[in-house]
């Protein structure tokens, strides 16, 4: 991309978003922050108890996230958040109203078999029903793109390169 965006990967738990993130900021050349690292112990501890979070939970970290993006603005970024539901992303450009999005998207299916595979992850796959719940897929307003998980990181990742590099033409 020729302007440096914040780019924010988003999607339900299990898309792939810590392991796309990374390889999206090195294509691009521009640093990778981890969502989950934005979240206070509380939420963390409420979600590895297999409890979803609720907006007031979610409030703080979406602000902590998007502070981090506004530091990136015209340097460009790579964040991961969930950002499921559009009053998130609308808070997220808030902060950040450069800001793109990137959604993971996928069939159920599969995204349950990745998040049954990671290990050390504090989301239970027992929550992704109330994750796909929550989602409301980006709208043509939105500055953002939407690219399928299947196949290998690199495959996406060169798919998500290809959609954002669309959105400036």
Do not use: C
Request: aromatic share 6%; hydrophobic share 40%.
């Amino acid at each position: 991309m020729s302007t440096p965006h914040v780019v924010v990967v988003m999607g339900v738990a299990g898309t792939g978003k810590t392991t796309i993130g990374p390889l999206l900021a090195d294509a691009l050349g521009v640093p990778y922050a981890e969502g989950d690292d934005f979240h206070p112990p509380a939420n963390i501890a409420k979600m590895s108890a297999g409890t979803p979070l609720d907006d007031a939970d979610r409030w703080p970290w979406l602000d902590a996230i998007g502070q981090w993006a506004h530091g990136r603005a015209g340097l460009g970024g790579v964040v991961s958040s969930s950002a499921l539901k559009r009053v998130y992303r609308d808070r997220l450009r808030a902060e950040a109203p450069g800001a793109v999005f990137l959604h993971l998207t996928g069939d159920r299916s599969l995204i349950e078999r990745r998040m049954a595979d990671r290990k050390g992850h504090f989301m239970p796959t027992a929550l992704l029903d109330s994750q796909f719940a929550t989602l409301q897929p980006l709208r043509e307003d939105e500055a953002g793109v939407a690219v399928d998980v299947s196949g290998t990181p690199e495959e996406i990742t060169e798919r998500a390169v290809a959609a954002l590099r669309r959105l400036e033409n």
